[in-house]
């Protein structure tokens, strides 16, 4: 049963500015030792033309009928995002921008979703995964007077 699961499951391509794709898939691989095995990746360096990236992104994911993909990028109007936007042509997938490490954890763990609805889960990581968080409340200093004291005088020896 777990052998079928993995074959229907939706193949995950992060494509992003480099070291970042990469960076991702080693985040993702430390949480999820076996489900990162999944992951597609594609750095693109700053002086990569759009029309080699194309190709490099095409060779990883292979043929259009090859299985559905969530495709995730870093920026949008960027160039791994407008290579993925080209790349979606005649394949069974959709294309999320703005990727982050909560977004990439909710795709990997439900990746065997249907592709849509993994979409749903993967943009609502991502936006559930930023928020402003309070400090942490810190333990009071050390007090002179010691709680076990009743009388509150010091006690030396």
């Not at 990883?60 to 790349?87: E, S």
């Not at 394949?91 to 909560?102: D, F, H, K, S, Y």
Request: with cysteine; charged share 20%.
């Amino acid at each position: 049963m777990q052998a079928m699961a993995a074959s229907t499951s939706t193949r995950i391509f992060l494509i992003a500015h480099a070291p970042l794709a990469s960076a991702l898939r080693a985040c993702a691989q430390h949480v999820f030792t076996d489900g990162a095995a999944h992951l597609l990746v594609l750095d693109v360096p700053a002086d990569a033309a759009p029309e080699d990236t194309l190709a490099q992104a095409e060779r990883l994911l292979g043929p259009p009928d090859a299985g559905p993909v969530l495709v995730l990028t870093d920026v949008f109007g960027a160039t791994p995002c407008n290579v993925a936007q080209r790349l979606l042509r005649g394949r069974e997938a959709r294309l999320l921008t703005g990727v982050n490490l909560p977004m990439l954890l909710r795709s990997v763990c439900y990746r065997s979703e249907p592709l849509d609805a993994l979409l749903q889960r993967a943009l609502v990581g991502g936006t559930q995964g930023v928020m402003q968080v309070a400090p942490a409340e810190l333990p009071a200093p050390h007090s002179k007077n010691k709680t076990h004291d009743q009388d509150g005088d010091d006690h030396h020896q």
